[in-house]
Structure formats: C-alpha cells, structure tokens
C-alpha cells in the first residue's frame, strides 16, 4: 500500500530562521506529489506540485520553495520564514494518470 | 485551470439525519473528482472517488457522491449520520493526464448534535 512519512509533526521556529520539511514516499513509484498548506479556517491550499525528479511547480508566489532530489523525496523549505507561513502543512502522493491522493499526517508550523 | 467551491463552511446536523454537502467544480475536460475527510490535526482520508462510469459511487463509512455534469457538482450524501462523522470535509479534482494538479475546495466543517 501507498504511505506518506512526513515529519516532524510539531514544530515552532523563530521568525528569519530556515525551514526544511521532508516528505518520502512508500509504495509506488514515480509518483506525483504535492505540498498543500492549511491555515486556521481555511481550506487546503495547493502550494507546489512535482510530476519527476527535479521537476517543480509553483502555485503561489512566496517565501516557500520545495525540492525533489529523488523520486520518492519532496521537501519543502524556506530560507527565511515569515509569521504568515505559520499553518498545517500536508504532503501528499498519487500515482501517475488517473489515481486518488494519499496523504501525511502533516506537519503543524508556528512561527513565532 | 480548474477550481472547486464547497458554498458551505459550516453545517450542522442532528445524530441519525440525513446530510448532503455540497461540491461544485469548474474544469474544461472530463473532470476526476474525490472527497476527502479530515478529523482535526489529522491528514486527509479518502472516502470516494469518481473518475469515469456510473455517476453515483459508493464510498466507505456508508457516503455516496453523485456526479451531476450539467450542474458541474459533485455532492456528498450520507441517510443517516453518526457522532463520530463529524469532521471536516473537502471536495478535490484532479486534472490527471496533463498538469497533474489536484485542486481541493475550502471544506465544509460538520458538527453533530446528539
């Protein structure tokens, strides 16, 4: 079966520090993956999405940026964070073509 | 590009009512579209999924969707619920086969009252 790790679960960061948020993936390969972001009250938003290797796309200018070093790695990072990047933080995964999303259980920001 | 809209942030229903959230969508192409379930703090559980063929799906937990294409919906319904499927609640398309995007509404909160 398909499984996301995405870790840490919890974390608190200074405002300016950096951020890496790692999200590997089991059971499939070549896999789509995506970082969403949810903010109190809101819905999930699509920050970045990845079809390969390398490939990276943006959905929303910002302070994020996100990396796929290998097929089944995503991260997502930032060099200097920003109080309104504070929110839950999802991975998710889906087979290439037609195929639902499998998710992490997320990651909470606060940036304080 | 594709967009989903839930028009329901909050709903409320009694323990052992009937529910249906609703899901709107906005897609040039054949649209491929699921919902999804999140208890708080928690990731996000599948619970059905449309891709092509019959337009009313079965999903788990006793949830079913039918697919509208002349309304561009996609609603959940459920006969009778239960306390424990309160949660939050969103639709998503996928645009497989080409951007490989999947977009998710803003999710409809459902509260269970006893």
């Known amino acids: 079966s398909q499984t996301i790790h995405q870790w840490p679960a919890t974390l608190v960061q200074p405002v300016g520090s950096p951020l890496s948020l790692e999200c590997t993936v089991e059971?499939?390969?070549?896999?789509?993956l995506y970082w969403y972001r949810q903010a109190a009250g809101r819905g999930l938003q699509l920050l970045f999405y990845?079809?390969?290797?390398?490939?990276i796309s943006s959905e929303v200018p910002q302070n994020l940026s996100a990396s796929r070093p290998q097929d089944r790695q995503f991260i997502l990072s930032s060099k200097k964070l920003l109080l309104s990047d504070s929110g839950f933080y999802l991975c998710?995964?889906?087979?290439?073509?037609?195929?639902?999303?499998?998710f992490g259980q997320g990651t909470r920001l606060t940036v304080v | 590009a594709q967009s989903v809209t839930q028009p329901d942030i909050h709903i409320t229903v009694s323990e052992g009512a009937s529910l249906e959230l609703r899901c709107n969508y906005s897609?040039?192409?054949?649209?491929?579209l699921f919902w999804y379930v999140q208890s708080p703090g928690q990731g996000l559980q599948l619970l059905l999924k449309?891709?092509?063929?019959?337009?009313l799906v079965q999903g788990i937990k006793g949830f079913e969707a039918e697919f509208k294409r002349s309304q561009s919906s996609f609603n959940l319904r459920k006969p009778s619920v239960h306390w424990s499927d309160a949660a939050e609640y969103f639709c998503?398309?996928?645009?497989?086969?080409?951007?490989?995007?999947?977009?998710f509404g803003q999710g409809t909160r459902l509260t269970i009252n006893p």
């Open positions: 059971g499939t390969s070549n896999p789509n």
């Open positions: 449309y891709f092509s063929g019959d337009t």
């Open positions: 998503a398309v996928g645009a497989f086969g080409g951007a490989q995007k999947l977009v």
């Open positions: 897609y040039g192409a054949t649209p491929y």
């Open positions: 990845s079809v390969g290797i390398g490939q």
């Open positions: 998710a995964g889906a087979g290439q073509g037609v195929s639902e999303a499998f």
